[in-house]
Nanobody, 118 residues
Framework: QVRLVESGGGLVQAGGSLRLSCAAS????????MAWFRQAPGKERELAAV???????YYADSVKGRFTISRDNAKNTLYLQMNSLKPEDTAVYYC????????????WGQGTQVTVSS
């Protein structure tokens, strides 16, 4: 069974940077649409960034220009480089996969906490 495991979260000051990683088991990572979601305390989970199979990416307006999603298919790993972090970026960040593109996100990691202090 394919699993997603996030790492790289932590505490950082406003203006700082973090890089999240999501390691996927299995041999079909390259065929998945991958994404990063986040959920702040008391708020609904929201989509932050998407990595499509052909290399295209999508970003929520709230992170555009500051976050960069990337993937290394040879390593079965998804990344999220987060720069110019703001206190409002504080959330649990989740890696997710659409194993059948065009359907729902059906694989989820356990989440990693990102806390940005002011």
């Amino acid at each position: 069974q394919v699993r997603l495991v996030e790492s790289g979260g932590g505490l950082v000051q406003a203006g700082g940077s973090l890089r999240l990683s999501c390691a996927a088991s299995g041999r079909t990572f390259s065929t998945y649409i991958m994404a990063w979601f986040r959920q702040a305390p008391g708020k609904e989970r929201e989509l932050a960034a998407v990595s499509l199979i052909g290399g295209s990416t999508y970003y929520a307006d709230s992170v555009k220009g500051r976050f960069t999603i990337s993937r290394d298919n040879a390593k079965n790993t998804l990344y999220l480089q987060m720069n110019s972090l703001k206190p409002e970026d504080t959330a649990v960040y989740y890696c997710a996969a659409q194993t059948r593109p065009g359907t729902r996100y059906d694989l989820w990691g356990q989440g990693t906490q990102v806390t940005v202090s002011s």
